[in-house]
């Protein structure tokens, strides 16, 4: 069950963390709002409250994960040493 695959690192990304609170991942494109976000909070231990997805014109899903106020988005972006 890997449904995610990789974190996005652009400037757009890296300003929605420090902004919004939201963690920007690639995700499989037959994943479901629900299989993300179980995922996601099992991986990183923290609670999701909102997801996003869209799916790119080359076919590629991403998927705008919201972390819930009590925990901090940059605290994961250093985890995976996208800051």
């Not at 037959?30 to 231990?45: H, V």
């Not at 999701?48 to 994960?65: D, F, G, H, P, S």
């Not at 925990?71 to 250093?78: E, G, L, M, T």
Request: charged fraction near 35%; proline fraction near 2%.
């Amino acid at each position: 069950m890997k449904n995610l695959m990789y974190p996005i690192a652009t400037e757009k990304a890296l300003n929605m963390v420090d902004k919004d609170n939201v963690i920007l991942y690639v995700v499989d494109s037959r994943a479901g709002k629900s299989e993300i976000k179980k995922e996601f909070e099992e991986t990183f231990n923290v609670k999701v409250t909102k997801i996003n997805t869209a799916l790119t014109m080359r076919n590629v899903k991403k998927a705008y994960i919201k972390i819930d106020p009590k925990f901090r988005a940059s605290d994961i972006a250093r985890r995976l040493k996208l800051v």
